[in-house]
């Protein structure tokens, strides 16, 4: 089941990562600017209760293996992979844009929570998760406001950057002022130096989140520093060379720098590698 899960999760995750932004609907949109924060806010969450959980966990586990060693799973496997099947057909229409209405998000989270617990079903019983929610709800709840509370220090911090970055200015001019009888500092454009060294100290990092639409124009690029393709194997066969001519330029004609991991336009939109040498274009952007 645990595997099962693994599976679903890592297609969703490929079949939708190289999803047109511009393209999809405000909803998908927000759910992929941010998504850093909601895996944060998951993970805090998922700490939280393991540790609270921790004195108890192996008397659950043990439950756990007891309750579902005999447990009938088929009837709760049908219904989640059914679901599962639903949840990508709806994710299709959103993510794509068809659909951005409010039934059809309400249709998306309904179809999402349906699969979730579906699979929990499969893996044991009812009143094994029934039991388990009834005697740690305090522990889940401990949890929830860890998580809440890390997602907020978080959003707090950003707002703080700007102050402590003139702070951070401030400080090392005075550091270096006993030493330079030349210093030269303007905070208004962030430089600081001497009259035979100058540095100028870029704003905040910054960032947007761009669609594969962006990548057919390198005018939509080069006011960027460097482009991060986190994943990027499966490009649509119509559209590969363009991204590829595209991101040559970027990178020897405008010197952007470019992150890149794992295989970079090796694929099409279906899955099957390129014909010929499938890391021709891998090879000519990268170099």
């Not at 349906?114 to 998760?129: D, E, G, K, S, Y």
């Not at 702070?167 to 030349?182: G, R, S």
């Not at 460097?226 to 559209?239: D, F, I």
Request: charged share 15%; aromatic share 12%.
């Amino acid at each position: 089941m645990l595997s099962l899960a693994l599976a679903e999760g890592l297609y969703a995750t490929v079949r939708f990562d190289s999803v047109n932004v511009s393209s999809a609907s405000p909803v998908a949109q927000a759910v992929m600017a941010n998504s850093p924060a909601i895996l944060s806010t998951l993970l805090a969450f998922a700490g939280a209760f393991l540790l609270v959980l921790a004195p108890r966990l192996r008397f659950w586990s043990g439950r756990f293996l007891a309750m579902s060693r005999h447990h009938n799973f088929v009837v709760a496997l049908l219904v989640q992979l059914s679901a599962y099947a639903v949840f990508v057909a709806v994710s299709e229409r959103i993510f794509s844009g068809s659909d951005s209405n409010l039934a059809w998000i309400g249709l998306w989270l309904a179809v999402a929570l349906v699969t979730l617990l579906a699979l929990l079903i499969a893996l044991a019983p009812v009143r094994f998760w029934a039991r388990l929610v009834s005697r740690e709800l305090s522990g889940g709840s401990v949890a929830a406001v860890a998580a809440i509370a890390a997602w907020t220090i978080g959003q707090g911090a950003q707002q703080f950057w700007q102050p402590l970055a003139e702070w951070t200015f401030w400080l090392v001019e005075q550091l270096l002022a006993p030493f330079y009888d030349d210093l030269i500092m303007t905070s208004e454009r962030r430089i600081l130096g001497t009259g035979r060294f100058l540095v100028r100290i870029a704003p905040e990092c910054s960032f947007d989140l761009l669609g594969e639409a962006a990548l057919l124009d390198v005018a939509n690029l080069v006011n960027y520093d460097a482009l991060v393709l986190p994943y990027m194997a499966y490009a649509k066969a119509s559209e590969v060379d363009r991204i590829s001519e595209t991101l040559q330029h970027a990178i020897y004609r405008y010197g952007i720098g470019i992150i890149c991991g794992d295989n970079l336009l090796t694929n099409d939109e279906t899955g099957a590698a390129f014909g010929g040498d499938a890391f021709l274009r891998m090879k000519q952007v990268l170099g």
